[in-house]
Nanobody, 111 residues
Framework: QVQLVESGGGLVQPGGSLRLSCAASGIISSIFGMGWYRQAPGKRRELVATIITGGSLYYVDSVKGRFTISRDNAKNTWYLQMNSLKPEDTAVYYC?????WGQGTQVTVSS
């Protein structure tokens, strides 16, 4: 049974930074990509960043140059470093592995 637990969300001012973590337990392999999605109020859940099988990275255009996804294989944990945050980044962020989802962590960017 795979379980994903996010942490690191919070309230930050525009231009600030946060780092989200996703700790995975259970059988984790490189068969599936792992990534981060977000869902803002009234909007559809969207893919933000992912580590594709083979190690390639993908970012949605709106976060390129500001967000960085990374993975610590020894800890079965992956991260989303978010810099230069904007109010439009406000959303609940979810980590994903295959068909498994974390519970979500709220990120609010506001002055």
């Amino acid at each position: 049974q795979v379980q994903l637990v996010e942490s690191g969300g919070g309230l930050v001012q525009p231009g600030g930074s946060l780092r989200l973590s996703c700790a995975a337990s259970g059988i984790i392999s490189s068969i599936f990509g792992m990534g981060w999605y977000r869902q803002a109020p009234g909007k559809r859940r969207e893919l933000v960043a992912t580590i594709i099988t083979g190690g390639s990275l993908y970012y949605v255009d709106s976060v390129k140059g500001r967000f960085t996804i990374s993975r610590d294989n020894a800890k079965n944990t992956w991260y989303l470093q978010m810099n230069s945050l904007k109010p439009e980044d406000t959303a609940v962020y979810y980590c994903n592995y295959g068909s498994h989802w974390g519970q979500g962590t709220q990120v609010t960017v506001s002055s």
